[in-house]
């Protein structure tokens, strides 16, 4: 049976651009680049002023104690040049410093009276309070690369630089297949023995992390036609999720049906827990197909260990951040595999450690609503130690 | 001048519900919910087998050595009986156990020939392998607090409890308006001492963060009649968000227009860096007004440490988690302020700890891009030495 990195590796192998798009900024958020952004001109495009002051010439000020103020600069005004010795310009925050100035004094450090300003003894030096032209990104240079998240910062710089449009990723057009015949709709009633279908509202919310809305939603039984049936109208799909039917019971006819299907089996079990009886396969090198376990808790394994690093790399991005911290108490593992625990972030010492959500096993779909993510207890560790560090992966990624 | 924890208290105090409404589930991602949701029956709600197995009797394993097989249970079948000793059901994960049965034993673990079951000699307990009703939650439970995220497991786990329709916090109305006479908006052409918005594209950015569209985004000069105007036009708003014009510059006209209009100040200028110049106020207990300083960082660090904070409050979610980590080298703090600094997580010993992104200041909106959050120095420290353990604030959240 495959270990986690081994299925890992090769779902990764399976992972293709879906094309790319152009689209207005301000539908971009969560969207991920694909274009390398460079700077339109010099960041400053001006020496900026960052304060509220006065703009002079740091040689005149052994020569002078008094200035003339000859003129006032504010932001969004055309460039002013400072030219006679012994004047100053008075400058405003963010406006440009004017030609012939080469500092900034700050308005609390002057005195101003009849148009004569005196400054406070002060250690003066070069470009003072200004940010020079250029010092954050100079033109033509490469300030944002392809394949990152546009988020608040990136939009805020994608936003100064004039990009009223940017060429994203597209996105990939995702199905998924609840199969059971115990499972029935959200809206409709259960008898004792039955259960609602939650899979595909968690796999679905897991997409829009990405701003994906799952193109097709379907709830099939176990009858082999009607999985069949379910298969086939995902055909021009890019990714297929069924959740469900792929361990080894009776009724369990998910893999063998995604065969009769055409879809060509990569690999069926992980050293996983939860999570173990993932399929995966790819029919046709277009849609790859995710079977998972139909266990809530396995679902959500799955998508952040698996599915989640699949989407990434179809976008160019690296595996999520995780982060690594202290457990706040010993943990014991009952299998020989990779173990995922929901945890929430707790007070540990100085820092913050992970503390393990009491929870009942896999079918569990009650504690894991109070947890803010995932730790890995590694394959090889029997039990782990209060103080011993693990990674620790957010739902929400960092 | 207020400390940064006065400010927010300032500011929290005046948090309000923006009332509530009911909605899809299935567009209910990311929304805050406004209802206690209990358990509408058990869960799980039968005693489930955890595995692919044969249900029988504890009592029959020390009398028999071989079980007559009588029935087979799938998922999604009504529940059959138990009745006779020494026979056994075959069960499948996830249906519910027989009547009479109390354990389950792996398929794994067992031999059939001839509807005959052998087992393994194995340590048998009672309610192996099975998962018993109500464990998770019983009915009528609390299983879900108001004030709750909708996220990828909550969303599952609502679908199971069969709420198609979820009751959830309304959004505010949100106005963003950029003052600057150096503002030219994103598609136009700028002139060598203009610069484009770009803050209300970041603080759009961050309100998707919780579903929030901005319901009306203006760009007006530092006129004060055109400010005047943009804020009277804000009057039905819940949030209003000015940026640019609050320091003490000549054209710095936005706290005295907001009096004007009658937006009461609750306080101007925070111990903070950046974004010292912050403006807070009220307007006929309907609209709380955010002026923020004009630069793009500062505006980043204001969103997560004082918008961010009252926008959950009104949710009635706590303050963002925070984590605390080791700085990877040391810092030197220039004022006497509490500074927000942009990091990135970086190893550090066997753990994840901070490490500083190199920037220009506040102006500077290219580094702040290629990071995953912002620390917080405190006020009364002025050097942070490597190793020591401060708040990291992720720019997404935990």
Redesign the interface.
């Known amino acids: 049976m495959l270990t986690v990195a081994e299925a890992r590796n090769l779902i990764l192998q399976q992972s293709r651009s879906f094309g790319t798009e152009t689209i207005l900024?301000?539908e971009a958020?969560?969207r991920v680049l694909a274009e390398d952004i460079y700077a339109d001109r010099d960041?400053?495009?001006?020496n900026?002023s960052?304060m509220?002051g006065y703009a002079l010439q740091l040689k005149d000020i052994e020569k002078y104690t008094e200035f003339k103020l000859v003129a006032?600069m504010?932001?969004?005004?055309?460039?002013k040049i400072l030219t006679e010795e012994g004047t100053c310009i008075?400058i405003?925050?963010?406006?440009?410093v004017p030609e012939g100035a080469n500092l900034v004094i700050r308005?609390e450090d002057s005195e101003l009276n009849n148009d004569i300003v005196k400054f406070k003894s002060l250690s003066s030096k070069i470009w003072q309070n200004i940010?020079l032209q250029g010092?954050?990104?100079k033109i033509g240079e490469l300030?944002?690369k392809r394949s990152?998240i546009?988020?608040?910062?990136?939009?805020?710089?994608?936003?100064?630089?004039?990009?009223?449009n940017v060429t994203v990723c597209s996105l990939p057009k995702v199905s998924i297949v609840s199969t059971?015949?115990?499972?029935k709709a959200?809206?409709?009633s259960?008898?004792?023995?039955?259960?609602?279908?939650?899979?595909?509202?968690?796999?679905?919310?897991?997409f829009?992390h990405y701003n994906i809305d799952i193109a097709s939603r379907k709830l099939v039984?176990?009858r082999k036609e009607e999985i069949k049936h379910a298969i086939e109208s995902s055909k021009d799909m890019d990714i297929l999720i069924l959740s469900?039917g792929v361990?080894?019971?009776?009724?369990?006819f998910v893999p063998e049906v995604l065969n009769e299907c055409g879809v060509k089996t990569i690999f069926h079990k992980v050293q996983i827990k939860p999570g173990k009886p993932l399929w995966f396969g790819i029919r046709d090198n277009q849609t790859v197909v995710f079977a998972l376990p139909?266990?809530?808790v396995s679902?959500?394994v799955a998508?952040k260990v698996f599915i989640e690093p699949f989407l990434r790399a179809c976008f160019g991005l690296p595996l999520c951040?995780?982060?690594?911290?202290?457990m706040t108490s010993d943990r014991r593992k009952k299998s020989s595999f990779e173990e995922y625990f929901p945890c929430i972030?707790a007070?540990f010492g100085?820092?913050?450690g992970l503390q393990q959500i009491k929870n009942?096993?896999?079918?569990?779909?009650?504690?894991?609503?109070r947890?803010?993510?995932l730790a890995v207890h590694p394959a090889e560790i029997e039990q782990l130690k209060e103080g011993d560090?693990v990674e620790f992966i957010?739902?929400?990624?960092?």
Chains 1, 2 share one sequence.
């Open positions: 900024l301000s958020y969560d960041y400053p495009p001006f900026r960052a509220d006032e504010l932001a969004g005004e055309s460039i008075k405003m925050t963010g406006a440009p308005v940010a010092e954050d990104a300030v944002l990152t546009i988020n608040a910062s990136t939009s805020g710089l994608l936003a100064s630089l004039g990009r009223n059971g015949n115990e499972i959200v809206g409709d259960v008898l004792p023995h039955q259960i609602r279908d939650s899979n595909s509202y968690t796999i679905a919310s897991f829009q039984s176990d469900g361990s080894m019971g009776d009724a369990d139909g266990n809530p679902c959500q998508f951040q995780t982060i690594k911290l202290a972030l007070p100085l820092t913050t009942n096993g896999s079918g569990d779909f009650t504690s894991i609503t947890s803010s993510g560090v957010p739902w929400k990624g960092v």
